[in-house]
T-cell receptor
């Protein structure tokens, strides 16, 4: 089954304790992206990757890191989480940018992060 | 300023009526536009894609129009049902630093009353 898998689904942590949210896709997509969603602010892009070893900042990259060592994986790293990073996070992948007529985004099920 | 605008107020309609949601964009000419549905706490799910050279696209009870002159897309759900209640997002391929990346509006909440 084609899917984007995010883990964990829920995460509670404390300020300053490094954490990683994993994201994996099984569709051989080149494009992957991380979003955070907060009430009233919609989906805001954190980082995106057009291909392996290629990553770019989105609209709200501060406090986050990503890596794209393999095509299927795109982990989101919070080196020193702060309470303002409490949010619902989504990973997505797509054939975006390839000219494929079906360039829709596939989203993971989300990670609800609470930083105390 | 916001690149993509969707009505922030929830749209309340009666079951069986047609729901119409709006997506406006500024200072840009996207090659295509997409609509997604999002249920609370879940990831968005793709519904329809319409290209700049297409005026209208249909899928079952869904219809999307794309007016590049007005810089506007309309999303219609005919014969709406309570199960259609969700937030609907539009997304454009926005030019950024030499690439085109998907950028979302904030979404409009649709509530269908039985």
């Amino acid at each position: 089954e084609a899917q984007v898998t995010q883990n964990p689904r829920y995460l509670i942590t404390v300020t300053g304790k490094k954490l990683t949210v994993t994201c994996s896709q099984n569709m051989n997509h080149e494009y992957m992206s991380w979003y955070r969603q907060d009430p009233g602010l919609g989906l805001r892009q954190i980082y995106y990757s057009m291909n392996v070893e290629v990553t770019d900042k989105g609209d709200v990259p501060e406090g986050y890191k990503v890596s794209r060592k393999e095509k299927r994986n795109f982990p989101l790293i919070l080196e020193s989480p702060s309470p303002n990073q409490t949010s619902l996070y989504f990973c997505a992948s797509s054939l975006w940018g390839t000219g494929d007529p079906n360039e829709k985004l596939f989203f993971g099920s989300g990670t609800q992060l609470s930083v105390l | 300023s916001q690149k993509i605008e969707q009505n922030s107020e929830a749209l309340n309609i009666q079951e069986g009526k047609t729901a119409t949601l709006t997506c406006n964009y500024t200072n840009y000419s996207p090659a295509y536009l997409q609509w997604y549905r999002q249920d609370p706490g879940r990831g968005p799910v793709f519904l329809l894609l319409i290209r700049e050279n297409e005026k209208e696209k249909r899928k079952e009870r869904l219809k999307v129009t794309f007016d590049t002159t007005l810089k506007q897309s309309l999303f219609h759900i005919t014969a709406s049902q309570p199960a259609d209640s969700a937030t609907y997002l539009c997304a454009l391929d926005w030019a950024s630093g030499g690439s085109y990346i998907p950028t979302f509006g904030r979404g409009t909440s649709l509530i269908v009353h039985p």
